[in-house]
């Protein structure tokens, strides 16, 4: 399943049938799950434990150095879950000893063409990274996000679970779960409302959390008053509080 123009360092650790394509080079301190594919001219550089039946696409970087100019050569990890699809010309670089060490992609996401994840990074799963979206240094995705074309995101930002960025968005804070962000600088245009339907979230469920984006977007109230309402709808729906607890953590703020 290693092509015989693929060059394997020795110590890296690949599952029987792994398929590694022509001029693809795995560094030391590789380790390849079962059932993954990994085509030509790709590099994976180690630490880096990559996960079974992921999809690696030609011209991926995966496992390189973070671009920190304080990082020296650390022993930081890049670790990849299971199912997930990485197109052409991806990067995925490890962590720094500033940011705890390891960069940790979860489970079933898509990382388009030409997409980044940079050091000390939190995916979750089941996200999508469309073309050209650059996330910086130290970002969390949620579950299910999805990041529109050529999205760029502000190292320590969040991004909550079921968000949607539209094309070409620049975001410098947090983005609330379920919100739908666009513009540069981004701005709260919504719920993912389409994205929830398709999800099987209910009717209800939708309600109410529109009604919480009107109260904390689009309400003339004070922002405590607000906050008070939406406390009350979330003690009737469990995804309307995730909302609030998120909110109430934000550190650099949230985008509205």
Request: net charge negative; charged share 20%.
């Amino acid at each position: 399943m290693i092509h015989p123009q693929a060059i394997v360092d020795a110590s890296a650790k690949i599952a029987d049938d792994v398929s590694i394509g022509p001029f693809t080079v795995i560094g030391a301190e590789v380790e390849i799950g079962s059932g993954t594919t990994v085509a030509s001219h790709v590099v994976i550089n180690g630490p880096t434990i990559i996960g079974q039946d992921n999809r690696i696409f030609q011209f991926a970087s995966v496992g390189e150095k973070p671009q920190d100019l304080k990082f020296n050569d650390e022993a930081t990890q890049l670790i990849v879950g299971d199912r997930n699809t990485i197109r052409e010309y991806v990067t995925l670089h490890r962590g720094t000893p500033g940011g705890g060490g390891v960069t940790r992609i979860g489970n079933d996401n898509l990382f388009m063409v030409s997409s980044h994840v940079a050091h000390d990074c939190v995916v979750g799963d089941h996200a999508i990274l469309a073309n050209a979206t650059a996330i910086a240094g130290h970002v969390v995705v949620g579950d299910h996000a999805i990041l529109g074309g050529y999205t760029t995101v502000h190292q320590f930002t969040r991004i909550g679970e079921h968000a949607f960025t539209g094309f070409s968005t620049a975001i410098d804070r947090d983005v609330l779960p379920f919100f739908t962000v666009a513009g540069n600088r981004a701005r709260a245009i919504g719920i993912n409302k389409e994205g929830l339907k398709r999800r099987g979230f209910t009717a209800e469920t939708i309600k109410s959390l529109q009604s919480a984006f009107k109260l904390l977007v689009k309400s003339s109230c004070s922002h405590k008053v607000a906050l008070e309402k939406v406390e009350e709808i979330a003690q009737q729906d469990d995804n309307v509080r995730l909302m609030v607890d998120f909110l109430n953590a934000s550190e650099r703020g949230w985008i509205r």
